[in-house]
């Protein structure tokens, strides 16, 4: 069985203890971080190797890196092929800055993307914009209401309630 299945299947269980669930998360939160915060101290280098060997320069379980694997795979300039990835899979972290904040920031991931780290990447105003960026992305914006009497918004110069407001 593909590792990324085995991770997925045990983090999101829903006949899991929820106890162990919650712990299960805590311990990974305080891993990724840690991978984070050394990943962003070099942001410009891409680490690679193969899925265990990530494990281990991490110092972190293997169902953790894959999870971590999962979590990074959308900000990667190259994705992985997390979906049938192995042990001995071939993998690089070579992720793109702006992209990576701003997933972290839909993620409200704030314990990722308030790192000390991000502060030597991007500036403050930087920060806020793309936070803002993401933010306004996810919006959504109604147009102005069409009452029965208003003129047909498809141009016909007929009212709403006689051409594109029939039912």
Not at 15 to 34: C, H, M, P, S
Request: proline content about 5%.
């Amino acid at each position: 069985m593909a590792l990324l299945k085995q991770w997925r299947d045990k983090a999101y269980s829903e006949t899991a203890n929820k106890g162990d669930l919650q712990r299960l998360w805590q311990n990974y939160f305080l891993q990724e971080k840690e991978i984070y915060a050394q990943l962003l101290a070099n942001p410009d280098d891409v680490v690679k190797g193969t899925v265990k060997e990530l494990a281990e320069k991490y110092n972190v379980a293997l169902e953790i890196m894959v999870g971590f694997l999962d979590g990074i795979n959308d900000s990667l300039k190259t994705p992985n092929p997390i979906e049938e990835m192995e042990e001995d899979t071939e993998v690089q972290l070579g992720f793109d800055k702006e992209l990576l904040y701003k997933n972290m920031v839909a993620a409200e991931a704030d314990w990722l993307y308030k790192l000390p780290e991000w502060n030597a990447i991007f500036d403050e105003e930087k920060q806020k914009e793309l936070y803002k960026e993401q933010k306004s992305s996810t919006t959504v914006h109604k147009g102005p209401k069409v009452y029965p009497n208003d003129p047909c918004p498809c141009g016909s110069g007929k009212k709403y309630k006689k051409c594109c407001g029939r039912k």
